[in-house]
């Protein structure tokens, strides 16, 4: 798993920071006035939530007794292949703007792309609440 796992991580990794940051994402300082000093790069939350969520629906979708029954399961199947299809749409779009030199994506990429940590949050948030509601139904079975 760690020579399937260790190329495909510097690939997409640099290919969401990338896109990113030709969509307007870049160092910020999230504690301003608190520790004025320290600054993170925002295109890494592109990376991490995206390809987070993707394996986690992937495990409730395909792994046994994580608390998860048909409900949990269908909608983890579906937005585990959405999360996985939208992660190559990303990195093909960040590729072929490289390719062609653009140095700024164009508004309908920065739009979506903008929107992608609420969207991640949203289905995260979703899926843990529907991974807890059939664990709770289950139990009063």
């Known amino acids: 798993m760690v020579l399937l796992a260790a190329p495909a991580f510097v690939a997409i990794w640099s290919g969401w920071v ?27 939350t592109l990376p991490i939530g995206v390809e987070a969520y993707a394996a986690y629906a992937l495990r409730v979708w395909l792994a046994t007794g994580v608390g998860a029954n048909n409900r949990a399961r269908r909608f983890a199947k579906w937005s585990a292949i959405g999360s996985l299809v939208l992660g190559m749409c990303g990195q093909v779009a960040y590729h072929l703007m490289a390719a062609y030199g653009v140095t700024v994506a164009p508004w309908g990429i920065t739009t979506v792309v903008s929107c992608l940590p609420v969207v991640v949050l949203g289905f995260g948030a979703a899926l843990a609440h529907l991974q807890h509601r059939d664990r709770t139904e289950s139990c009063h079975d």
Do not use: K
């Open 18 to 44: 990338g896109l990113g940051e030709l969509a307007g994402f870049g160092m910020v300082r999230p504690l301003p006035g608190i520790a004025d000093g320290f600054a993170i790069n925002s295109a890494i």
